[in-house]
C-alpha cells in the first residue's frame, strides 16, 4: 500500500521559515513526479510546487518562487519543501501527492 506521511508544518511568525518533509512508503518513487498542494478553507487545493524523478527539474507557483524550495532524496523516499520569507497568505494545509494519491496533510500557519 502507498502511504505518504507529511510532517514539519507548525506556527511561524511573517518572515520565518519551516522544512516539510513527505516521507512515501509502499513503491520506490524514483522515477515519479512528487508535488506539494496547499488548500485554505473555501478554496480549492493548489499547486506549490513539483520535482521530477529522472531530471530532478522543478517547478513553482508565481506566488512561492524565489522562497520555497523543492528537494528529494531517493535513497530515504523523501521530499522536502523548505519555506522562506514566510507570509500569511502562505497559511494553508500542505500536501504532497504522488500517482493522485494524497497524505494526511500539514498545517501551516503564518502569523503577522
Known amino acids: 500500500e502507498v502511504q505518504l506521511v507529511e510532517s514539519g508544518g507548525g506556527t511561524v511568525q511573517a518572515g520565518g521559515s519551516l522544512r516539510l518533509s513527505c516521507a512515501v512508503s509502499g513503491f520506490t518513487f524514483d522515477d515519479y513526479v512528487i508535488a506539494w498542494f496547499r488548500q485554505t478553507p473555501g478554496k480549492e487545493r493548489e499547486g506549490v510546487s513539483c520535482?521530477?524523478?529522472?531530471?530532478?527539474?522543478?517547478y513553482y507557483a508565481d506566488s512561492v518562487k524565489g522562497r520555497f524550495t523543492i528537494s528529494r532524496d531517493n535513497a530515504k523516499n523523501t521530499v522536502y519543501l523548505e519555506m522562506n520569507s514566510l507570509k500569511a497568505e502562505d497559511t494553508a494545509v500542505y500536501y504532497c501527492?504522488?500517482?493522485?494519491?494524497w497524505g494526511q496533510g500539514t498545517q501551516v500557519t503564518v502569523s503577522s
Open positions: 520535482i521530477s524523478g529522472n531530471d530532478g527539474s522543478t
Open positions: 501527492n504522488v500517482l493522485n494519491i
